[in-house]
């Protein structure tokens, strides 16, 4: 019955979390571009409530101070104008696989957190509780088939379209993600080899430790040239950033969700939001100590430590939500052919020559 | 367990069916994609999850993803309905017996374990069925391991020379202009 309460507990924390955090990532990109621009970005919304009343006129302070950040505007404006929007479908598409498209791109994204661990494990009144909805063995690897899940919604999207951009824009969201997921998962091997163990919490507490008892045995010092590999193949993986061929606005309207309109429009991009702050994640916890602070032992099994270690992985992952949206808004896109190269002919070759390395050091030390 | 083991053997026949029954080509890939979800649950009910999520990777991932690919690509309308003469009936059916009659015994004999949908004791050992896989594929299974990865190498092999038959083909096929382009 406990086990229940907490599984059901855990299943609500990390579902919140990952769409705050994709809705975060919205408002940061929107707030974000703006000021990389220098545009002002959203700021109508909420910002002009004022009473006649001057003690109510004091406590809606906040609330224009959020109408200006554009936070009303991006979290409850445009959801409500999503909903309220005609929702849309072409003729001759299929009903069925028309609203099935954005659940299927949004849905492997939310379930991939669910392997994810989120602090350190700790007791609470005598339970073990593990900060994870679903400790499985083979986390890593459940986060990558999650991943090439996502890539169907993103197909059907195109396909129920019925339209030559959405075919062409779900043609090369597909042909861009199926192979970047080849380096990524050759450079997931190399982690693999490296801390001994498929299991990402695992891979964390392997993190902890200290190299030579000076440096932080975190994934960028082990695997430098992994993190580079991966943080290119992951943003190509997102479709964003200098790999947004899929959706490019200039030549495909919207790409494979050209005929999407109202809520189902917003999901699609809440997915690629989540698969952001998704990623974000996955190199904080890789690559960065997940909760790890250099240099600094915290007491295991206490839940202040777990509550600190959630905190420094936040801060961490919003780091990487703000970095992937600063590249997306400041280097201008591929070409399709340059894309292909630097998939196969340079990633793929120096994460395999890297897993090679990697695994003969391995052997040798 | 065996409720949800149950329900996904279910969802795995009737999409098996509809592979073969629908017309559609899209929705007949779409079921196999159902299909083998379905299986990469079934592992995952027993314990396996380290099979459920490679059997997600390789098959509902990668090769199905190529599949709808090139099914999107050729924009195929519905399968019009062809005739096979006596013959090609015939054998259909006999490889359809001969595969249920191969099929059938080792289930019947293991009949009351699979029903519950568990597995055996040291499969589900502690060890992690990352472990056991790894120490089974390189112990004791080590060269049927290694002949598999030789056939996979042949298919490899076997794409690339028909592409490139093909490309010479379109080009002039007399020897002299062979590298002008």
């Known amino acids: 019955m406990v086990e229940l309460f907490v599984l059901i507990v855990k299943v609500i924390f990390v579902m919140n979390l990952a769409l705050g955090l994709g809705s975060l990532c919205t408002w940061l990109e929107r707030k974000g571009s703006a000021l990389i621009q220098d545009r002002v970005g959203a700021n109508r919304a909420g910002a002009f409530i004022v009473s006649a009343n001057p003690v109510i006129n004091v406590l809606l302070a906040p609330v224009r101070m959020m109408g200006w950040l554009g936070v009303i505007g991006t979290f409850m404006c445009?959801?409500?104008?999503?909903?309220w929007k005609e929702d849309f479908i072409p003729e001759g598409a299929s009903k069925f696989l028309h609203g099935l498209a954005p659940i299927v791109a949004v849905l492997p994204i939310m379930l991939a957190f669910a392997v994810l661990p989120l602090a350190p494990d700790f007791y609470a009144w005598g339970y073990y509780i593990h900060p994870r909805v679903a400790p499985i063995d083979a986390g890593l690897l459940f986060v990558l088939a999650m991943g090439s899940v996502a890539v169907y919604g993103i197909a059907i999207a195109g396909w129920t379209g019925n339209n030559t951009f959405s075919l062409l824009g779900s043609l090369r969201a597909v042909a861009q993600m199926i192979s970047y997921e080849l380096p990524m998962g050759m450079v997931f091997v190399a982690l693999i080899v490296v801390y001994g163990t498929l299991d990402v919490y695992n891979i964390v507490e392997g993190q902890q430790e200290l190299l030579w008892g000076v440096i932080p045995k975190w994934g960028i010092v082990m695997q430098p040239v992994g993190f580079v590999i991966l943080l290119l193949a992951g943003m190509a993986e997102t479709k964003r950033g200098p790999f947004d061929l899929p959706e490019a606005e200039s030549e495909l309207t919207a790409g494979y969700f050209t005929e999407y309109s109202g809520m189902k429009f917003l999901l699609f991009w809440l997915g690629e939001f989540a698969e952001i702050a998704l990623f974000a994640l996955l190199l904080a916890l890789l690559f960065f100590g997940g909760w790890d602070i250099p240099w600094v032992t915290l007491p295991k099994g206490v839940w202040w430590a777990a509550l600190l270690g959630h905190m420094v992985l936040m801060a961490k992952v919003v780091f990487f939500c703000v970095l992937q949206i600063v590249i997306r808004w400041t280097l201008p896109r591929f070409r399709y052919d340059q894309l292909m190269n630097l998939g196969w002919k340079m990633l793929l070759p120096i994460s395999i020559a890297n897993l090679v390395v990697t695994a003969v050091a391995k052997v040798m030390l | 367990m065996s409720f949800i083991g149950f329900v996904l053997s279910a969802v795995a026949v009737a999409s098996a069916l509809g592979v073969v029954i629908f017309r559609n080509p899209l929705t007949s890939a779409f079921s196999l994609i159902i299909n083998l979800l379905a299986m990469a649950g079934l592992y995952a009910a027993m314990g396996a999850h380290f099979l459920a999520v490679t059997q997600v990777v390789v098959y509902a991932g990668a090769i199905m993803v190529l599949v709808l690919f090139v099914l999107m690509l050729l924009n195929l309308k519905f399968e019009s309905k062809r005739r096979f003469g006596i013959f090609r009936t015939a054998v259909a059916v006999a490889a359809g017996v001969l595969m249920f009659a191969t099929i059938v015994p080792?289930?019947?004999?293991?009949?009351?374990?699979?029903?519950?949908?568990?597995?055996?004791?040291?499969?589900?050992?502690?060890?992690?069925?990352?472990?056991a896989i790894g120490t089974e594929l390189y112990g004791r299974y080590m060269v049927q391991f290694e002949l598999s990865s030789l056939v996979l190498l042949i298919g490899v092999v076997g794409a690339v020379m028909l592409a490139k038959r093909k490309t010479s083909q379109i080009g002039p096929r007399d020897g002299a202009a062979g590298g002008a382009q």
């Open chain 1, 78 to 83: 445009d959801p409500m104008k999503g909903i």
């Open chain 2, 106 to 131: 080792p289930i019947m004999a293991h009949f009351d374990t699979l029903s519950t949908f568990t597995l055996s004791e040291n499969m589900t050992k502690s060890e992690g069925s990352v472990k």
